[in-house]
């Protein structure tokens, strides 16, 4: 099992350009996830789903889109980059809710986004 | 709302000393606490959750938490540091009274184990 994977690994984008991050899991997890991390300030959500067919926002969803593709994938989309989006983005996926209580969340290795 | 704080940004500790990462929480009702480690340029890995039961959690790589409910605290602890646990620790935490499997991630504590 890949367990879950993101593409690409790096981008640089200049103000003003869209891109799309891709995120994929092979462990038939409901639930996923994208979390930004800035130094200094944790990982903070930016959207989930916690289920095929249904997204909702997280603490910093401004400038951002997502769609739940199917139950394996979960892509981020930028539709104007701005210099404040310059972080690495992490994809995760995890059970849903209900299963075995408390569900850890499993984690891609990451994009970095460099917005100039 | 829930959160999580790591007070500290920075743990050294030599080689072979125990080593403690300190983790507090805030949530309305009773939580569902996590420890991730990042290596460098790598995503975070799952070490160990408490859900209920025993206050002493143990994890993967020797790591063990005790949760404190009257403290509301869930520090991780291992007896003896390995260089190879330099990292950032993260600690994070779900409110049970929300209806989703949101988690609150702390800052992040960088552990610099010296050899």
């Known amino acids: 099992n890949a367990g879950v994977t993101q593409t690409p690994k790096f981008q640089v984008l200049k103000t003003g350009q869209s891109m799309t991050l891709q995120c994929a899991q092979d462990?038939?997890?409901?639930?996923m996830y994208w979390y930004r991390q800035d130094p200094g300030m944790g990982l903070r959500l930016i959207y989930y789903s916690a289920s095929e067919g249904t997204t909702d926002k997280g603490e910093v969803p401004n400038g951002y889109n997502v769609s739940r593709l199917n139950k394996r994938e979960f892509s981020l989309r930028l539709e104007s980059a701005a210099p404040s989006q310059t972080s690495v983005y992490f994809c995760?996926?995890?059970?849903?809710?209900?299963?075995?209580?408390?569900?850890?969340?499993?984690f891609g290795p990451g994009t970095r986004l460099t917005v100039l | 709302a829930q959160s999580v704080a790591q007070p500290e940004d920075q743990v050294n500790v030599a080689e072979g000393n125990p080593l403690t990462v300190k983790c507090t929480y805030s949530?309305?009702?009773?939580?569902?606490l996590f420890w991730y480690v990042q290596y460098p340029n790598r995503g975070l890995q799952f070490l160990l959750k408490?859900?209920?039961?025993?206050?002493l959690v143990k994890g993967s790589y020797g790591f063990e938490a005790e949760f404190n409910k009257s403290q509301t605290s869930f520090h991780l602890k291992k007896p003896s540091a390995l260089v190879s646990d330099s990292a950032l620790y993260f600690c994070a935490v779900r409110d049970i009274l929300y209806g989703n499997n949101r988690l609150a991630f702390g800052k992040g504590n960088q552990v610099v184990v010296i050899p």
């Open positions: 995760a996926s995890s059970e849903a809710l209900g299963t075995s209580g408390g569900n850890e969340q499993f």
């Open positions: 408490y859900i209920t039961g025993d206050n």
């Open positions: 462990m038939n997890h409901n639930s």
């Open positions: 949530v309305s009702g009773n939580p569902y």
